[in-house]
C-alpha cells in the first residue's frame, strides 16, 4: 500500500469498521431507497388520477397525473443515482483500510476541485479528481490537511475528514490531466502534521 512506503499510518481494519461510518452510509442508502418507494407511490397516484378523475374531469385528472409523474420521475432519479453512489461508497468501505494522508486541496485551471497526496518532503505521490465538500474546502487553512483516503489511489476512493465526519467519493487522475491553477513543487509537509500522519492518526483505534 502506497501510505506504508511513506510511513503513514494505515488502519488494521477495513474503512467500515470505524466507528459511526458504516452506519451513516447505510442511512444514507435508506434514504435513497424512500426516494425511489415515494416515486413508486407517486406513479400509482398519476394512474388513479388517469383511471378515476379522467372520467370525471379532465382537468383534474391531468393536473394530478402530471404533477404526481412529475415527482414519480425526479425523485426516482435522485433515489437510483443515490443509490448508486451510496453503494460505491458501502463497496469501499467494506473493501479497503483509511491511509492517512497529509494533502493539498487546489483547484485546476478549469476550475476542477483536486487532492494532492503528498510525501514527507511535499512531493505529489498521487492526484484525485474530487468534488470536495465546501465545508471542507473552506475549513481547510490553505488548503493543507489531513484526510483518510480508503481505495485504490488510481481508481475510486472514499474519502474522510479525520474522525470521519464527512464522506465522500474521488477518483485517481490520469497522467497528463489539465495543470493545477499555480502548478509546482509544494512545501515539505509540517512537522505536526506528518506526525500525526505517522503516529497518530488510529492510534485510539488500534
Known amino acids: 500500500m502506497l501510505a506504508d512506503e511513506y510511513g503513514y499510518q494505515v488502519s488494521c481494519g477495513t474503512a467500515a469498521t470505524y466507528p459511526g461510518v458504516y452506519e451513516r452510509l447505510r442511512r444514507e442508502k435508506d434514504i435513497a431507497r424512500n426516494f425511489l418507494l415515494f416515486a413508486v ?16 374531469s379532465l382537468d383534474a385528472g391531468v393536473a394530478v397525473a402530471g404533477g404526481a409523474g412529475t415527482l414519480a420521475l425526479f425523485s426516482g432519479l435522485g433515489g437510483a443515482i ?9 463497496a469501499l468501505a ?7 494522508w497529509p494533502c493539498q486541496l487546489e483547484e485546476t485551471k478549469d476550475h476542477q476541485r483536486l487532492i494532492l497526496l503528498l510525501t514527507p518532503d511535499g512531493g505529489v505521490a498521487r492526484e484525485l479528481d474530487s468534488a470536495v465538500p465546501d465545508t471542507v474546502w473552506r475549513d481547510t487553512p490553505d ?33 497528463g490531466a489539465s495543470p493545477v491553477a499555480g502548478g509546482g513543487r509544494l512545501r515539505a509537509v509540517e512537522d505536526e502534521l506528518l506526525r500525526t500522519a505517522t503516529q497518530e492518526t488510529f492510534s485510539a483505534w488500534l
Open 82 to 90: 443515490g443509490l448508486a453512489v451510496t453503494g460505491s461508497k458501502l
Open 94 to 100: 467494506r473493501s479497503h483500510p483509511f491511509q492517512a
Open 143 to 175: 488548503g493543507r490537511g489531513m484526510l483518510w483516503i480508503a481505495g485504490d489511489l488510481r481508481s475510486q476512493c472514499l474519502v474522510a475528514t479525520p474522525e470521519a465526519k464527512e464522506l465522500w467519493r474521488a477518483k485517481g487522475r490520469p497522467y
Open 41 to 56: 407511490v407517486m406513479v400509482a397516484v398519476a394512474v388513479a388520477g388517469v383511471q378515476w378523475l379522467v372520467p370525471v
